[in-house]
């Protein structure tokens, strides 16, 4: 079983930054791909981007370009870097294993 423990979400305001960690509970050489995820209040859950054992990353269209993602093996942490930050990305950010294990998410308000 993998745990997973996100962090660094708040409050900002537009045009802002924030950076998520996610940290698991196992090394990530042994995990084939990370996800993030968010849900806005009332929505449903979306695919925000991954990073793949290979390297490879993909993001939504409505991020690219303003989100990254990327990981530290030695730490065991998947980051999610948000920039230029609109109120349309107010939601909950949880990140997934590639075998399924859900952390408890983050929440972030953008908002004046």
């Known amino acids: 079983q993998v745990q997973l423990v996100e962090s660094g979400g708040g409050l900002v305001q537009p045009g802002g930054s924030l950076r998520l960690s996610c940290a698991a509970s196992?090394?990530?050489?042994?995990?084939?791909?990370m996800y993030w995820y968010r849900q806005a209040p009332g929505k449903e859950r979306e695919l925000v981007g991954s990073?793949?054992?290979?390297?490879?990353?993909n993001y939504v269209d409505s991020v690219k370009g303003r989100f990254t993602i990327s990981r530290d093996n030695a730490k065991n942490t998947v980051f999610l870097q948000m920039n230029t930050l609109k109120p349309e990305d107010t939601a909950v950010y949880y990140c997934k294993t590639f075998g399924g294990y859900w952390g408890k998410g983050v929440s972030v308000t953008v908002s004046s």
């Open positions: 196992t090394s990530l050489d042994s995990i084939r791909g």
């Open positions: 990073i793949m054992s290979s390297g490879r990353i």
